[in-house]
Nanobody
Framework: QVQLVESGGGLVQPGGSLRLSCAAS????????ISWFRQAPGKEREGISC????????NYIDSVKGRFTISRDNAKNTVYLQMNSLKPEDTAVYYC??????????????WGQGTQVTVSS
């Protein structure tokens, strides 16, 4: 079965950290760009970070830059999102998705089911 599965979400206090995982099964992530998205209640889904499959380059939106780090372990067929200094406004369902490149308008080939992140005291 071809799928992406996110894990690692949960409840964390402001200032805390979480590491999300995006594991692929049924296909190899090696040459895919993997993006992380999030969707907060009542808001549109936003792309927050991407890691290229070709050269491992990364990008982030300004609101997470310096706090979040995307990485990949091709041997484990998994991409990670390390989230530090979490803020209440980071609360959302987080999704990963795969396609050929980080840039452009091509549709995503695969989506995960999402994992909830709640930042609250």
């Amino acid at each position: 079965q071809v799928q992406l599965v996110e894990s690692g979400g949960g409840l964390v206090q402001p200032g805390g950290s979480l590491r999300l995982s995006c594991a692929a099964s049924g296909f190899t992530l090696d040459y895919y760009a993997i993006s992380w998205f999030r969707q907060a209640p009542g808001k549109e889904r936003e792309g927050i970070s991407c890691i290229s499959g070709s050269d491992g380059s990364t990008n982030y939106i300004d609101s997470v830059k310096g706090r979040f780090t995307i990485s990949r372990d091709n041997a484990k067929n998994t991409v990670y999102l390390q989230m530090n200094s979490l803020k209440p406004e980071d609360t959302a369902v987080y999704y990963c998705a795969a396609r050929g490149d980080c840039s452009g308008y091509a549709p995503y080939d695969y989506w995960g089911q999402g994992t909830q992140v709640t930042v609250s005291s």
